[in-house]
């Protein structure tokens, strides 16, 4: 039913299922970031909203764990979807909802904390 072993592939079959793996974990870390944020930034730097990015998010990081084990095919247009939806997220609203800090009004003797 799924094909997860590796036996059989060409090495051109290799470097493209290194590519879903290495682009698994990009989704992950976009994922990852997105939790992380505070939900007022995404709306204050003009971007959708956070419980929107966590569900896009989300969805690449399963399409993204089915083309990394090897359940979907290798040249299945989902996980290329899915790696942009992440591309995007890193490359356009992280620096922006990174701006904004989380709004802990601790204050050390050094600054927040």
Excluded at 18 to 45: C, E, M, Y
Excluded at 56 to 79: E, T
Excluded at 104 to 111: A, K, R
Aim: charged content about 10%; glycine content about 10%.
């Amino acid at each position: 039913m799924f094909n997860i072993g590796f036996s059989g592939y060409s090495p051109v079959d290799y470097f493209f299922r290194l590519l879903l793996i290495a682009a698994f974990v990009v989704q992950v870390w976009a994922f990852a970031d997105a939790i992380t944020r505070p939900k007022g930034a995404f709306v204050a730097a003009g971007k959708q909203t956070k419980p929107l990015w966590l569900i896009i998010l989300g969805v690449a990081v399963v399409i993204g764990i089915g083309g990394a084990i090897g359940s979907l095919p290798i040249f299945s247009f989902l996980p290329i979807v899915a790696f942009v939806a992440a591309a995007i997220y890193l490359a356009d609203v992280r620096p922006k909802v990174r701006e904004f800090k989380s709004g802990s009004s601790h204050q050390g003797p050094y600054g927040p904390w």
